[in-house]
């Protein structure tokens, strides 16, 4: 599979000279990262696309069972890559006061750490 690299200059696999992704390892992190960072709706004729992260952390009642499961589904569902090599996802919660939370997800690809997400810092 091909994707555009779309890597941020921050990015620490950046590649300046690198237009086109050929590495199935690379394009499936990509459309991991494109998923996660996706609010549902916001993808025109596929409303269901995206995970809306901050909204699920910042619900009444903060399940990381269901939040990990939202992520995944959305995983299996939108990456073709991911019905080849296996994703897993690992959140935790970090109690940060009494009415806040933050969490933190990992991205596994065929059990080795990939990349993780903190969500709810500033």
């Excluded at 690299?5 to 590649?15: A, C, I, L």
């Excluded at 590495?23 to 992190?29: F, G, Q, R, T």
């Excluded at 995944?72 to 009415?99: C, G, N």
């Amino acid at each position: 599979m091909r994707e555009f690299n779309n890597r941020d200059e921050s990015d620490p696999t950046y590649k300046p000279d690198t237009f086109e992704i050929v590495d199935d390892e690379e394009a499936l992190i990509y459309q991991i990262k494109m998923t996660l960072g996706t609010d549902n709706g916001e993808v025109l004729g596929e409303p269901e696309f995206g995970c809306s992260l901050e909204g699920l952390l910042f619900t009444s009642e903060f399940y990381m069972v269901g939040f990990s499961q939202v992520v995944s589904d959305q995983i299996s569902k939108f990456s073709e890559l991911a019905q080849v090599y296996p994703v897993s996802v690992d959140m935790k919660q970090i109690p940060i006061s009494t009415y806040r939370s933050a969490a933190v997800i990992d991205v596994a690809i065929q059990g080795k750490s990939k990349f993780g997400i903190l969500l709810g810092e500033d």
